[in-house]
């Protein structure tokens, strides 16, 4: 009789359904999720073994029927829908994300104001700035519930005020109304802004006007302004336009590839490239 616990749980076994139903099973429970599916769950979902769903994940995005990432997988991009949940960009290029972070983080001091805009890359910011055991009296201002929650870790020492506004579940983010009464009464010393793209022809953009117009806001609240972009945004550009390069003091970016940054330190623009990521495996 084999003793199942001393199984190695990671080792390939039969599934209960033949491959091409399996995988129209794995393809409907991504397409049905909200956010990242999880490697482990997909394979208790079709009665399998961790390794045998990964490999049917790289048959499935070898197809395009899946985005295979760090972890599991994600619904393809759509055309047309360039806005994603936060949950869905949260595992791409996540190593760069936290160089970006630590990076970013790094340029604050304490007793500084820190205005902290939305989105993945800013919120790898707010988990260096908890991090940092030396920082003290610093307030940091976000239209972001999720970094309001990462920051209050921090608390008491920084303090954590939250713009108000409406809210924008795909990013829960806040935006107009509100935002624009309370960012003007704030005199910040550094203002961290994320976006979609990076251009020298478009400045730094990004895919929705809501968030635009407040991630002008936040900029215009601080004596500098940081942009944390990994290099996948860079020399890109959307509808929403936050600012021209010459309003950017600092870009903190990584994951560049071979990106051509002399335009961009060009235009007046102090690029930090923080450490070079290790790639992500799934």
């Known amino acids: 009789m084999t003793d199942l616990s001393q199984r190695d749980p990671d080792a390939a076994e039969p599934s209960a ?12 429970l991504i397409e049905e999720a909200p956010g990242l599916v999880r490697t482990a769950d ?3 979902a079709v009665g399998t073994s961790a390794v045998t769903v990964r490999a049917d994940l790289a048959t499935l995005d070898a197809a395009g029927r899946i985005r295979r990432v760090h972890g599991g997988a994600l619904r393809p991009a759509q055309p047309g829908r360039d806005e994603r949940p936060y949950e869905e960009t949260a ?9 970006i972070g630590r990076a970013a983080a790094a340029l604050v001091r304490s007793g500084e104001c820190v205005v ?9 910011v707010a988990e260096e700035l908890v991090a940092r055991r030396d920082l003290a009296d610093v307030t940091v201002v976000t239209n972001s519930l999720t970094n309001a929650l990462v920051l209050e870790r921090a608390v008491p020492r920084f303090t954590v005020v939250v713009t108000g506004g409406t809210l924008r579940p ?7 109304p509100f ?3 309370v960012l003007p009464m704030i005199a910040a010393d550094l203002a961290i802004i994320g976006c979609t793209g990076v251009s020298v022809e478009r400045g730094v953009t990004n895919v929705n006007l809501p968030e635009t117009e407040v991630k002008r806001l936040l900029a215009g609240a601080a004596r500098r302004t940081v942009v944390v972009a990994d290099g996948a945004k860079l020399g890109r550009s959307h509808i929403g336009v936050v600012g021209a390069l010459d309003s950017v003091d600092v870009l903190v970016t990584a994951g560049v590839r071979g990106f051509d940054l002399a335009p961009i330190r060009a235009a007046g623009v102090q690029v930090l490239v923080a450490d070079d990521p290790e790639e992500d495996h799934a």
């Not at 359904?17 to 409907?28: F, G």
């Open 179 to 181: 935002v624009g009464t």
């Open 42 to 44: 997909l394979a208790a």
């Open 91 to 99: 595992v791409e290029h996540a190593a760069a994300k936290r160089a």
């Open 116 to 124: 902290l805009d939305v989105g993945t890359t800013p919120a790898a």
């Open 170 to 176: 795909l990013q829960h983010s806040l935006v107009s």
């Open 17 to 28: 359904l033949p491959a091409v139903l399996r995988h129209d099973r794995i393809v409907e």
